[in-house]
């Protein structure tokens, strides 16, 4: 079954050293290599920076554009992993594995067609 991982930016991403950052991308790419290499990764990719959004609002058929992430919240998404493991279990052990100092990991189904 397939799962997608919202893998959020942690502090230490925004508070931590050079050298801090370099050896948790270091750990962050090692676990990337790992799991796309026994097949557990479908696909996944880093979002560059919240400041970068651009949300668009649809209301009553009608578009706008806000320069700004959709959601105002202290967490923002840093990056997402599609993951195919045998169940719910498999999925939440691999995200509880993400190699940070902190950080959450949302975990959702993906509805197969």
Avoid: C, N
């Avoid at 990337?32 to 920076?49: M, N, P, S, W, Y």
């Avoid at 195919?84 to 067609?113: S, Y």
């Amino acid at each position: 079954m397939k799962y997608v991982l919202l893998l959020t930016r942690g502090a230490w991403q925004e508070e931590g050293s050079d050298q801090e950052r370099a050896e948790v991308f270091g750990r962050i790419g090692e676990w990337f290599a790992k799991h796309r290499a026994d097949g557990t990764i479908v696909e996944a990719q880093q979002l560059r920076e919240p400041h970068t959004a651009t949300t668009v609002v649809v209301e009553r058929g009608h578009s706008t554009m806000i320069d700004r992430p959709l959601l105002e919240a202290k967490e923002a998404i840093g990056g997402y992993a599609v993951v195919e493991v045998p169940d719910l279990d498999a999925a939440l052990r691999l995200a509880a594995g993400f190699p940070v100092p902190d950080g959450k990991v949302e975990v959702r189904p993906v509805v197969e067609h």
